[in-house]
């Protein structure tokens, strides 16, 4: 399989008219459509390495994964044995993104908790955009906050209830596979750039 390919799949996702809703601001940081659009830059660029990895994943319990020390998105493989990416796979691969633009813009206000939770919220708002229907649960913590920021774009979540019950929940999963997590340092390098 080549890096080609799997470099194609991601710029499909990220062309998605649903990127635009894509607008929240956390600990001072925006996340908006021109991030996702620089993503896309490097990944033509080939700053951003691409590989299938399926046991890593299965491991992990994930259908994506974004690797900063390598600067690479890892995929499973039945993303491309299908004629077109599902529901399931595109919220994998904005999550994803979103890692590798915060690696990439060296953003290191926010915890790693808040990281997954903004990449979660991420995967729903563009989900919801994409398909008309949330990733998550319809009245559920995530589609609530989505739909506050389809009203008020650009807005600040990071001290929203709707935005901390997420957390909470987060934390709670993350916890239990590896009680650790929250505790590590953030892993961005700035895409290759070693300080």
Not at 14 to 26: G, H, T
Not at 41 to 65: H, M, T, V
Not at 94 to 108: F, G, R, S
Request: contains cysteine; hydrophobic residues 35%; charged residues 25%.
């Amino acid at each position: 399989m080549s890096e080609a390919t799997l470099r194609a799949l991601v710029s499909i996702v990220l062309s998605s008219a649903a990127v635009p809703n894509i607008r929240f601001r956390i600990e001072g940081y925006d996340v908006y459509a021109e991030r996702f659009t620089r993503l896309k830059a490097a990944i033509r660029r080939q700053e951003i390495g691409f590989e299938i990895d399926d046991a890593y994943l299965a491991s992990s319990q994930a259908d994506a994964a974004y690797n900063p020390r390598k600067d690479s998105m890892i995929l499973h493989s039945s993303m491309l044995k299908s004629t077109a990416i599902s529901q399931r796979h595109r919220g994998a691969i904005i999550h994803e993104c979103l890692h590798a633009i915060l690696d990439m813009d060296y953003v290191q206000g926010i915890s790693p908790y808040q990281e997954e939770t903004v990449c979660a919220l991420t995967s729903n708002i563009y989900v919801l955009h994409h398909y008309g229907k949330p990733l998550f649960k319809p009245n559920g913590n995530a589609t609530q906050l989505t739909r506050k920021i389809g009203r008020k774009p650009g807005m600040d979540v990071t001290f929203d209830d709707s935005f901390q019950a997420m957390y909470e929940q987060v934390a709670t999963i993350y916890d239990q596979a590896d009680p650790n997590y929250g505790r590590r340092p953030g892993l961005h390098n700035g895409l290759r750039q070693r300080l």
